[in-house]
């Protein structure tokens, strides 16, 4: 067999030192929101993150990051790198798995759904998997939960979309237009012919020949989606909202849970590859509503 090489190794072992680091930026910069939240919209104390390890019995583990707090309503931000075996019915799926169905996977991967319906909920994720071939995937993207801020003229909108066009075109202007169009394709509901909010970035098999350059660019998305989110968070949480926007909002998370569970590759492989039950599902919302 031709199970993943040293350097598929050596290059997980660098991308999950990178995501955990990614990681500790993100838990300070959200517990440095969740302590700023103004306290007659946010009673209560400030939240803080806990972190779990956890061991994959099959190769692996990993670190989930929960915050349930007063501004954060319900926050994951997890860490892992698992190897293993891929069951015949994934590696048909897999690039490179059809001549050995041995892998390794590390990424981090991020859900933020908030106490505010002002303030959007969003998610990122980004990752490296080796089989006897080696890629980046990823992205990010952002959703507001209130109709008046889902256009994609919307000043959040257009904040979002222009940090991950920024990491995009550092590398080449060809990306954002090509992920950005992959992203609508990917976040969108057929059952309900909409999509689940206004985009990002969403990328997959992404295989430069240049891993450099391909590890700069993921490690780029990431500080993208570090400098734009604390931001966008930062200036939505001084805003009042009515009985009737949290309603709106707990309606509107209905469509995360049901995309997540039907659509989502990232559920499916956890699911698949014996990943942690808990992790995997800490993307679904804390409260909400079908009407």
Same mark, same amino acid.
């Given at each position: 067999? *031709?199970?993943?090489?040293?350097?598929?190794?050596?290059?997980?072992?660098?991308?999950?030192?990178?995501?955990?680091?990614?990681?500790?930026?993100?838990?300070?910069?959200?517990?440095?929101?969740?302590?700023?939240?103004?306290?007659?919209?946010?009673?209560?104390?400030?939240?803080?993150?806990?972190?779990?390890?956890?061991?994959?019995?099959?190769?692996?583990?990993?670190?989930?990051?929960?915050?349930?707090?007063?501004?954060?309503?319900?926050?994951?931000?997890?860490?892992?790198?698992?190897?293993?075996?891929?069951?015949?019915?994934?590696?048909?799926?897999?690039?490179?798995?059809?001549? %050995?169905?041995?892998?390794?996977?590390?990424?981090?991967?991020?859900?933020?759904?908030?106490?505010?319906?002002?303030?959007?909920?969003?998610?990122? *994720?980004?990752?490296?998997?080796?089989?006897?071939?080696?890629?980046?995937?990823?992205?990010? %993207?952002?959703?507001?939960?209130?109709?008046?801020?889902?256009?994609?003229?919307?000043? %959040?909108?257009?904040?979002?979309?222009?940090?991950?066009?920024?990491?995009?075109?550092?590398?080449?202007?060809?990306?954002?237009?090509?992920?950005?169009?992959?992203?609508?394709?990917?976040?969108?509901?057929?059952?309900?012919?909409?999509?689940?909010?206004?985009?990002?970035?969403?990328?997959?098999?992404? *295989?430069?020949?240049?891993?450099?350059?391909?590890?700069?660019?993921?490690?780029?998305?990431?500080?993208?989606?570090?400098?734009?989110?604390?931001?966008?968070?930062?200036?939505?949480?001084?805003?009042?909202?009515?009985?009737?926007?949290?309603?709106?909002?707990?309606?509107?998370?209905?469509?995360?849970?049901?995309?997540?569970?039907?659509?989502?590759?990232?559920?499916?492989?956890?699911?698949?590859?014996?990943? *942690?039950?808990?992790?995997?599902?800490?993307?679904?919302?804390?409260?909400?509503?079908?009407?």
């Amino acid at each position: 067999m *031709n199970a993943p090489s040293k350097t598929a190794a050596e290059r997980s072992s660098r991308a999950r030192t990178w995501f955990d680091e990614l990681r500790d930026r993100i838990v300070n910069a959200f517990e440095e929101l969740e302590a700023e939240a103004p306290a007659e919209l946010y009673p209560g104390p400030p939240g803080r993150f806990e972190l779990k390890p956890w061991t994959r019995e099959a190769g692996g583990g990993g670190v989930m990051g929960f915050l349930r707090g007063r501004f954060f309503e319900k926050c994951g931000v997890h860490v892992s790198e698992v190897h293993g075996t891929f069951t015949p019915e994934m590696a048909a799926s897999m690039p490179g798995a059809e001549k %050995d169905p041995s892998f390794v996977a590390t990424g981090i991967s991020l859900i933020a759904h908030m106490a505010s319906p002002r303030v959007p909920a969003v998610h990122m *994720n980004t990752r490296y998997l080796a089989t006897t071939e080696g890629w980046f995937g990823g992205g990010a %993207d952002l959703t507001p939960l209130l109709e008046i801020q889902r256009s994609q003229d919307a000043p %959040d909108a257009q904040a979002f979309h222009a940090a991950m066009k920024g990491a995009c075109d550092a590398f080449d202007p060809a990306w954002h237009p090509r992920y950005k169009a992959w992203c609508d394709e990917y976040f969108f509901l057929p059952h309900r012919g909409e999509p689940r909010g206004i985009g990002g970035i969403f990328y997959d098999r992404h *295989n430069s020949g240049d891993f450099e350059r391909d590890f700069a660019f993921t490690r780029a998305v990431g500080e993208a989606f570090l400098g734009v989110y604390p931001r966008i968070a930062r200036h939505r949480m001084d805003e009042p909202w009515t009985h009737a926007d949290r309603e709106e909002q707990l309606v509107r998370r209905g469509r995360y849970v049901e995309f997540n569970l039907l659509y989502d590759r990232g559920t499916m492989f956890g699911l698949k590859t014996g990943g *942690n039950i808990e992790s995997i599902l800490s993307s679904m919302p804390p409260v909400v509503k079908w009407p």
